[in-house]
């Protein structure tokens, strides 16, 4: 993506708004509802952004919700896009760009996965202490040289703290794991849940790991948390559903919410 046309996008934000945002969330599956329930909220439509990819997978709203959360400025992304609708790469860093270029410092990037410890339950929050990038997909050649970075520690110790703090002062109980991010769409065999599990992965998605990585390079303080909607296959017992994973997502979003708004209040 050229830099023309990130520049499109972000002036196009900024005439429409003024906050200046200082925390970003990118908001998974069966979480989009969060930004809804924030106050005050200023939420611009990605389809009126110049360049703004579009998403499309069921349950995923495009937005970019403004708002101010425990006096702080924060940015939700509200419909993130995979890397299986687009094939893209830029596609799904997009919004890191405009998040970056718009001087957000701090990213929380949520998912929803499937768990693979059999420690977790479907409804469990999972805390990243690091990703494993199985997806196979070579970083995009049009990336700048700048972000070439990418690798080493993509989490924030600083902010797995915060979230933890935060947790246990809600009496919110979460788990901590790493997350391997797969290309998808469809889900894991249950052989390959039991390499995945072999390989050190405690939960499995869909997302995330471009978005964070990139992020971390930019030099963002980035915290990730999985929303454990499904356990993977072969874990549990029945059979995997793109509305298991919303269902499980709308019965936890109210714990989510509070463990996010509890941790940028330590920000
Ligand atoms: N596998 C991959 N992605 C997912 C899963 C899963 O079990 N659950 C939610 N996203």
């Known amino acids: 993506m050229s830099k023309s046309a990130l520049e499109q996008s972000v002036n196009y934000i900024r005439e429409h708004m003024s906050l200046a945002p200082e925390i970003g969330l990118i908001l998974g599956s069966g979480l989009g509802d969060f930004a809804d329930g924030l106050p005050d909220r200023v939420a611009i439509s990605t389809a009126d952004i110049p360049n703004y990819p ?44 405009v998040a970056n270029a718009l001087g957000i410092k701090t990213l929380a990037v949520t998912n929803a996965a499937g768990g693979i410890n059999r420690t977790l339950n479907a409804g469990d929050l999972m805390i990243l202490t690091d990703h494993i990038n199985l997806t196979l997909e070579p970083w995009s050649p049009q990336r700048p040289a700048s972000d070439k970075a990418v690798g080493g520690t993509v989490y924030s110790m600083n902010l797995i703290r915060k979230a933890e703090e935060a947790a246990s002062a809600n009496g919110i109980s979460v788990k901590k794991g790493v997350y391997v991010g797969l290309k998808g769409p469809t889900y894991e065999t249950a052989a390959e849940v039991e390499m995945l599990a072999r390989i050190g992965a405690d939960a499995v998605g869909m997302s995330t790991v471009f978005e964070a990585s990139l992020a971390s390079s930019m030099g963002m303080e980035v915290l990730g948390i999985s929303c454990i909607t499904n356990l993977a296959t072969g ?33």
């Open 235 to 267: 874990i549990g017992t029945s059979k995997l559903s793109h509305a298991e994973v919303t269902e499980v997502g709308n019965r936890v979003k109210k714990v989510f919410a509070k463990l996010v708004s509890a941790t940028i209040d330590r920000i």
């Open 54 to 97: 579009v998403s499309t997978v069921e349950g995923h709203k495009g937005k970019l919700v403004f708002a101010i959360l425990n006096e702080k400025p924060i940015l939700a992304f509200q419909g993130r896009t995979h890397f299986y609708e687009s094939r893209n790469l830029e596609t799904v860093l997009y919004p890191i760009r």
